[in-house]
């Protein structure tokens, strides 16, 4: 820990921003602020610059102690028929405990980014992908295809650090070539390093499920008389599928996130499709990425403990998965869950809902809330105030975060098993 006044230069940081986590960071850390020293992007110096100082929990809008805040929030959720445990912006270990939680009180657990996820999650559960690590592309990827998105501006450093290395395991490497699909996208970062631009076919990125129906037509062979595919020459598509059957090992990249309309689940399942064809003959993988704030985490801990992923509910004392009606939007928005748990110890900003249900929000410091909730516990950030563990973008790593500060904020995992604990005497009293 940093002594006051002496700032102290720590290397190797993993940042807790995005997916990526990228592992490379060195940061000076003082009393009071931690700064960016090298390799960070713009966003991580932003969110470590933005980070507040520790606060003292609330109930009603008054200032409490953390026991006081316990046990009011193990009222309400004790007196829930149908509560709401959600968000889940938190480490592996705040996730286990948040299942814990849920099941103790019987409520439904989601993340706050589950919207998103699930256009992934139901492709893989109706016929599988076939999915490559970071490491993968960056030791073997000579072709790139981002589809509907630049990835930079969710993920800053996907180029810099997946795509133009130029050592791998096997010697040096040729720049990978790149192609955008969609329009409007920043594509400065999809240059090489020797000048190289890349590839963009202009398409209506709402429209993916078809282009790449289009492109597996293509790909097989069929002869179609449409000059366009979802607003995107065939010409042009055709050029692709030739570049695909020339790749030795190629990568379709997409990020969830950015996919507009409400059928992003068969844009995925599309692309999954194409995939699996190419492998016929050749070596094509998926990189989907996403994850932030322990995203992919969450939803993995929540297999472990349930045996079933995101928007499980343990009503009624079994777990019961839906993907639709146990959606933390639409439980909230459709007036079901009686009482909402909020966690968000990432980041502080607004939370993403309005609700008159009562709420109980475990997040960092400097959140804000259209309305003041009925308990706010302030929780450390992982990888700031306190050491954890996240799973990557790729789905196969899980990164150490490190304490970079001493704090006398909990962590979400000790909160919510102190509010586990009181609601365990309320129902044996």
């Not at 970071?134 to 810099?160: H, M, Q, Y």
């Not at 009686?338 to 475990?362: H, M």
Request: glycine content about 8%; aromatic content about 8%; some cysteine.
């Amino acid at each position: 820990m940093a002594k006051a006044g002496t700032p102290e230069q720590r290397d190797a940081v993993v940042c807790p921003y995005c997916g990526l986590f990228c592992d490379d960071l060195s940061v000076a850390i003082s009393r009071d602020r931690i700064e960016v020293l090298r390799k960070g992007c713009a966003v991580a110096k932003q969110f470590y610059a933005a980070i507040e100082p520790p606060m003292p929990p609330r109930v009603d809008g008054g200032e409490t102690t953390f026991e006081a805040a316990y046990a009011r929030t193990a009222e309400i959720l004790a007196a829930g028929r149908f509560p709401l445990v959600a968000g889940l912006g938190c480490d592996l270990a705040g996730a286990k405990a948040a299942v814990a939680l849920a099941e103790s009180v019987g409520a439904v657990i989601d993340h706050a980014a589950s919207d998103a996820m699930f256009r992934n999650i139901l492709p893989v559960q109706d016929k599988g992908w076939m999915a490559t690590t970071f490491a993968e592309i960056k030791n073997r990827a000579d072709l790139v295809i981002l589809a509907g998105t630049d990835a930079v501006s969710r993920f800053p450093r996907f180029f810099e650090r997946l795509i133009w290395n130029t050592e791998t395991l096997f010697g040096p490497k040729r720049p990978p070539d790149i192609v955008y699909l969609g329009s409007g996208f920043d594509t400065r970062a999809g240059h090489s390093p020797d000048g190289k631009a890349p590839t963009v076919i202009d398409c209506d990125t709402r429209r993916l499920a078809e282009l790449f129906q289009g492109l597996r037509a293509i790909h097989r062979g069929r002869a179609f008389q449409a000059s366009e595919v979802a607003d995107a020459a065939v010409a042009s598509l055709s050029a692709l599928v030739q570049k695909i059957k020339d790749a030795k090992y190629g990568a379709l990249v997409w990020a969830v996130a950015d996919m507009e309309g409400a059928h992003g689940d068969l844009a995925v399942q599309a692309m999954c499709d194409l995939v699996s064809d190419i492998n016929e003959t050749s070596r094509f993988a998926c990189l989907p990425l996403g994850g932030t704030e322990n995203a992919l985490g969450a939803q993995q801990v929540c297999t472990w403990q349930a045996g079933f992923p995101l928007r499980t509910s343990f009503a009624g004392g079994v777990a019961s998965y839906d993907p639709y009606r146990n959606s933390w939007r639409h439980l909230l928005e459709s007036g079901e869950a009686d009482a909402v748990l909020w966690i968000s110890a990432f980041k502080g900003g607004s939370l993403p809902f309005e609700t008159k249900i009562p709420t109980i929000v475990l997040a960092a410091p400097g959140t804000a809330c259209a309305r003041e909730p009925e308990v706010f516990i302030p929780v450390g950030t992982p990888g700031i105030d306190h050491a954890g563990h996240v799973i990557r973008s790729d789905a196969v790593t899980s990164l150490p975060l490190h304490q970079l500060r001493a704090s006398e904020l909990p962590q979400a995992a000790d909160a919510l098993r102190a509010i586990d604990i009181r609601v365990a005497r309320k129902e044996g009293s």
